[in-house]
């Protein structure tokens, strides 16, 4: 009875530090905590204290979020938090991966990449690996082979050698103070530009708004011009500064992904049309040229404005 009083103190000590350990390493309250080790044992209908993987991937989404880009690559992190490799985790494991995944310093970060990767667990890491994973994160974007290319050449090594975890760091560190430096600059460089360009095309769409200005067929090019160049920045830098702390919307809808292609693309298409014909419109009413006069009048203009967008919004 004192050896069954004794185990169970141990468990109870063991699951207290198990909810330090998640505490300390997430966003998680203790009563959060609680809650999800309950729904763990729900889970293990067995008895057995272990889940399998598509017990894992539901409790996981939960803990992580589904938004969460490790979720787009299930079966690695399988493979990585089942460290005794068995098929199934158990709730110890479980505490140690999420430790392990929530650490923010780049060496930790690149070693659970790697880790990722190494779906063969023979401590390297291929050109066909990198492909796979690739093709389940970016969700068929991007070509996943032109992706583990990419990242082949930038090692200077064949597609049939190996990286082990040495030259994985290594040369994967390099990319990530690039890529560091690559986000300061738009986070500060761009948020100056879109700060600006959002001020300036609101003022400009004010300005050509008035009344006097809208009975001027080059005013009214330009404010097609301004309302364009402010679609254009909105949809085209606002997901870009989502992407800074967020797995970017188009990697996993394809939806979002083709509009914002779409719109991103048209808007300043159309934008450089507006500001080419209201030079014509200086040019025409300047003309000696009675007919070609004709064309810088407002009616002109109105019409016109319509006809391109839904030209330029097709073609």
Do not use: W
Not at 196 to 221: D, E, H, P
Not at 232 to 256: E, K, M, Q
Not at 277 to 294: E, G, H, V
């Amino acid at each position: 009875m004192g050896d069954d009083a004794s185990k169970k103190q141990k468990s109870a000590a063991l699951r207290d530090a198990e909810i330090a350990v998640l505490k300390a390493n997430s966003n998680l309250s203790e009563k959060e905590i609680q809650e999800l080790y309950d729904e763990f044992k729900e889970l293990d209908a067995s008895g057995t204290g272990r889940m399998n993987k598509e017990q894992f991937m539901k409790f996981y989404t939960q803990i992580a979020g589904s938004d969460n880009e490790l979720v787009l690559v299930a079966d690695n992190v399988f493979a990585v938090f089942d460290t005794n490799p068995d098929g199934t985790i158990d709730f110890s494991e479980f505490v140690l991966a999420e430790a392990i995944g929530n650490k923010k310093d780049p060496d930790s970060a690149l070693e659970l990449s790697f880790a990722l990767l190494d779906t063969s667990g023979d401590a390297l890491v291929s050109y066909d690996e990198i492909a796979d994973f690739m093709e389940k994160e970016e969700a068929a974007a991007i070509d996943p082979k032109e992706i583990a290319t990419g990242i082949y050449a930038m090692f200077g090594v064949d597609k049939a050698q190996k990286l082990n975890k040495q030259q994985f760091i290594a040369g994967m560190s390099l990319v990530v103070t690039l890529t560091n430096i690559y986000y300061e600059i738009i986070r500060y460089g761009m948020t100056f530009i879109f700060t600006c360009g959002v001020i300036g095309s609101i003022l400009n769409i004010i300005l050509f708004s008035r009344r006097k200005l809208r009975q001027i067929s080059c005013c009214t090019y330009f404010l097609a011009a301004s309302f364009n160049s402010l679609i254009s920045l909105l949809f085209g830098l606002i997901p870009t500064f989502y992407l800074l702390n967020n797995v970017y919307p188009g990697s996993y809808s394809l939806i979002f992904c083709k509009v914002q292609g779409y719109i991103t693309h048209t808007s300043p298409q159309m934008m450089r049309v507006y500001l080419v014909l209201a030079c014509f419109d200086r040019y025409a009413l300047s003309s000696s040229n009675a007919n070609i006069r004709k064309f810088s009048r407002v009616i002109v203009a109105r019409r016109s404005i319509p006809i391109i967008q839904l030209y330029e919004s097709t073609v």
